[in-house]
Every structure is written in structure tokens, then in C-alpha cells.
């Protein structure tokens, strides 16, 4: 391979988006050349300096309620008095019973996550999810986020046998762009709940994990709250809870890998 | 799909990737100020459209539209004061971005901002964004061979200007 030829494919080369075979004669010249060598070292150069988090520019404060803000105009406002439905009408005032009894439906067959807390109460759902935003939210501020600091599952998982009466399962998934970075103890009512961290990209993954009561089934939900993703199931006697500001299909794919690890293993 | 749970589902799925699309905005057309702007413009385009069949990933189909919407308006801008960029290329020998030049960050930002609009664009989504090459032929909507040679002469333009930078001790 001449120069000339290497620089044609340097950039694709760089950016693994050669073939192995071209990608190997690359790597060959590069090791015998050190002109070219010095022209990749100024790749590398860029790379490293464009990759800091710092030189990335984040907007402040307000920009994500001004946009929600504005979105919301662009939507019509329901129409005021009556679901219209194709065979018959729902008065408003009907409606809360209605979703009363949805929730409970939903309940029934599956959140049923606490058996000693109060059936009746139809909220149960949306106060857990509620609670675990609420949990995301705060873990979001300045050291609140992790109480052990490691990328290495074999120092987490064992600190929180420490603490925990179960045992959360803790796998890194760096190589599949989901960068373990600690665990934290949190709460949820008053119970004692294992949250295992992890970041891709800028966004982080609260992964909340508890003891899943004997009657539960809690199918596969996922959903959105006040702009973030949640993702429950459950699995292993373990009822699992993911929380993030990154998009859906991040999600579902951190949540596969989590499943697969967590088969592979148990 | 009525229009309160497209809100809904369009919130859930493109607010996570606002950062992502801020980063863009705030390299392509070089002020907050606009940038906000943009980004809040692409976001109300997006929700019109949103819905309908795409063959790209949410995240390349936002970064596009923030991209169309940045271009727009620097074409404007460009009509009104065309030497515009030339004021934004720093000078590196004066004094005044000698001191802005003490930290890396502001090096490094102050290098990629004087390059020219296409190179920092392809250099922005692969380097930060870390899109392929056929995601950045889509968003900036050239052939992948253009979006090589593009980040070919923009990263040796950058690397260039970086080791100079090191050399009068800058950085």
C-alpha cells in the first residue's frame, strides 16, 4: 500500500468503517511509516480533544420547560365537555371512576408489588413511578448520585450485600456502551432499595432493584413521566425499575442486555 | 393517534436528545442566544412531522432537522452581513485570545469554531455525536464520500491547528 492510498482510507479506517482486510494493510503500512503514523497521532490528537464532556456545550436552565412550553400551544385542547366515544358518550364526571377502575384492573393483574400495603389504594402505580423519578431526579444532583464509586461490578455488587437483605444484580455493560459507574442505597416508601448506576453518553441509567413480593407479576411496562423513560419488569424474585432521560430505543436496548446478562448467569 | 398523545409520545421519544441537539445548534450557528432559538424552531417543525415513516434513527432525524433549520437561518444572516464569519475567525497572535487560549477547553473550542461551517459540522456529529457515516450523509445530506473528505481536510485542518496552538505554548 502506497501513501497515497493510505490516505484515501485513513479516515475510514479511523472511524471503523473499513473492511478487516483493508483495515489490517492499514495497520501494516501505518506500523512501517512514520509519516502516516504522524498524520494518525493528529487524529487521535482531535478525537481526544473533541471528546472531552467540556468542550461540548450544554444549554442552561429553562430550555426543556420552554420548548415543552411552547409544543403544548401547538396541541388543541380537548374537547371541553365529553369523551366522545363511536357508540355512546362519558360524562366528565364519570371519568375519574373509569380510570379508577382501570387502575385497579391494571393492578390486579399486575403491580401487585407491595402485599401489605393498601389494595384499595388505585394510585399504587403511579406513586412507585412517581417515587422512582423523584429518585432519578435527585440522584441528578451534585454528589448524590453514587455512594460507591467503581466501574468494577465485583466491588459493587459485594458492597451492597452489606446493606441489603437481597442481592441486586450488578453487571457492567462498558463494551455494549453502558458504563457501569456505582451503586447507591435509596428509598422507596420506607423501604430500602438497591439503585445501580450507569451512564451512556451524558445521560445516566438509575437501575432501582428490590425484592419482588410472592404474588407479583409484574409484566414487562415501559413508559414515559414528565420526559423521562421508565422500564419495569421483573425477574428473578427481583422487581426492576429503569429510569433515564435518554431516548426509548436506548432503554429498551440497555433493558435487553440487563435480561441477557441476568439469564446467562442466574 | 390524537394530538395529546403525539405530544406525549414526541416529548418522550426527541426531550431526551435535547442536549445532543443543542451541542449542533450551538456549533453551527456560534452564539446561546440563537442556538436556543434553533433548537426550540426544530423541535415545533419535528413535532409537525413527527409520526409519519422515517428510514433513520430519531436521534439523525432530529439532528437533520436542526441542521435544516440552522442553515436557514445563517443563509439569512449571511444575506445581511456577509463578512459575518470573517470576524469570527480568531486571531490567535492577539493578546486577548492569547488569555482565552489558557485553558484547553477554550483552545480547542476557539479551533474548531474558525473552521469552515461544513468541516466543524461532520467533525461535531462524528467526534461528539459519534454518528456513522451514513447518519451524517443523511443529516447533512451529501454522499458518504464527501462526508469522508470532509472529515479528512476538517480533522487535518484541527490537528493542525492544535499543534501550533501547542507549539506557542497555548495549550
Redesign the interface.
Given at each position: 500500500m502506497t501513501c497515497d492510498e493510505l490516505?484515501e482510507h485513513?479516515?475510514?479506517f479511523f472511524?471503523n468503517?473499513l473492511g478487516l482486510a483493508e483495515a489490517q494493510k492499514i495497520q501494516q503500512h501505518l506500523e512501517q511509516c512514520p509519516t502516516c503514523e504522524a498524520?494518525y497521532a493528529?487524529?487521535l490528537?482531535?478525537?481526544e480533544?473533541?471528546?472531552?464532556p467540556?468542550?461540548?456545550?450544554?444549554?442552561?436552565g429553562d430550555?426543556?420547560s420552554?420548548?415543552?412550553a411552547?409544543?403544548?400551544k401547538?396541541?388543541?385542547p380537548?374537547p371541553q365537555r365529553t369523551w366522545r366515544l363511536p357508540a355512546f358518550e362519558i360524562p366528565n364526571w364519570l371519568l375519574p371512576s373509569l380510570a379508577g377502575a382501570a387502575a385497579v384492573l391494571v393492578l390486579w393483574f399486575g403491580f401487585n408489588i407491595f402485599p401489605t400495603a393498601n389494595r384499595s389504594s388505585n394510585s399504587l402505580l403511579a406513586t412507585v413511578t412517581a417515587q422512582l423519578v423523584s429518585d432519578h431526579m435527585r440522584s441528578l444532583l451534585p454528589d448524590h448520585l453514587i455512594d460507591v464509586v467503581s466501574t468494577d461490578q465485583h466491588t459493587v455488587k459485594p458492597w451492597f450485600a452489606g446493606k441489603l437483605s437481597f442481592s441486586p444484580p450488578v453487571y457492567d455493560l462498558s463494551d455494549q456502551g453502558f458504563k457501569l459507574i456505582g451503586g447507591r442505597l435509596d428509598y422507596l416508601g420506607n423501604q430500602e432499595i438497591a439503585a445501580v448506576v450507569f451512564q451512556h453518553?451524558?445521560?445516566y441509567i438509575n437501575l432501582f432493584v428490590w425484592p419482588k413480593s410472592e404474588s407479583s407479576q409484574l409484566p414487562d411496562t415501559a413508559?414515559?413521566k414528565e420526559?423521562f423513560?421508565i422500564y419495569g419488569w421483573a425477574a428473578n424474585g427481583l422487581t426492576m425499575w429503569a429510569v433515564?432521560?435518554?431516548?426509548?430505543?436506548?432503554l429498551k436496548t440497555f433493558v435487553d442486555l440487563q435480561k441477557q446478562k441476568q439469564a446467562g448467569t442466574e | 393517534m390524537n394530538?395529546?398523545e403525539?405530544?406525549?409520545?414526541?416529548?418522550?421519544?426527541m426531550?431526551?436528545?435535547?442536549?445532543d441537539a443543542?451541542?449542533l445548534a450551538?456549533?453551527l450557528v456560534q452564539n446561546?442566544p440563537d442556538?436556543?432559538d434553533m433548537?426550540?424552531e426544530a423541535?415545533?417543525r419535528a413535532?409537525?412531522f413527527f409520526g409519519g415513516v422515517r428510514g433513520e434513527?430519531?436521534?439523525a432525524w432530529l439532528l437533520r432537522i436542526v441542521r435544516n433549520v440552522c442553515y436557514d437561518h445563517l443563509k439569512k444572516r449571511k444575506v445581511y452581513s456577509s463578512d459575518a464569519e470573517l470576524e469570527n475567525i480568531p486571531d490567535y497572535n492577539s493578546p486577548e485570545s492569547k488569555l482565552q487560549a489558557k485553558s484547553?477547553?477554550a483552545a480547542?473550542?476557539s479551533a474548531?469554531a474558525s473552521l469552515p461551517e461544513d468541516f466543524r459540522t461532520v467533525?461535531?456529529l462524528?467526534?461528539?455525536e459519534?454518528l456513522?457515516?451514513r447518519e451524517i450523509s443523511e443529516i447533512t445530506q451529501v454522499p458518504i464520500g464527501t462526508v469522508?473528505s470532509r472529515?479528512?481536510r476538517g480533522?487535518?485542518q484541527?490537528?493542525?491547528l492544535?499543534?501550533k496552538m501547542r507549539e506557542k505554548d497555548l495549550v
Open positions: 490516505h485513513l479516515d475510514p472511524d468503517e498524520i493528529g487524529r490528537a482531535v478525537r480533544a473533541l471528546q472531552k467540556e468542550v461540548r456545550f450544554t444549554p442552561a430550555l426543556r420552554q420548548i415543552q411552547e409544543l403544548s401547538q396541541v388543541r380537548a453518553r451524558q445521560h413508559f414515559q420526559g423513560n433515564t432521560d435518554a431516548a426509548p430505543d436506548t | 394530538e395529546e403525539k405530544l406525549t409520545r414526541f416529548e418522550g421519544e426531550l431526551p436528545l435535547m442536549n443543542y451541542n450551538r456549533w446561546e442556538a436556543r433548537v426550540q423541535y415545533l413535532f409537525k434513527t430519531g436521534r484547553d477547553v480547542v473550542r474548531l467533525l461535531v462524528r467526534e461528539m459519534e456513522s457515516y469522508m472529515l479528512a480533522r487535518q484541527l490537528a493542525d492544535l499543534k
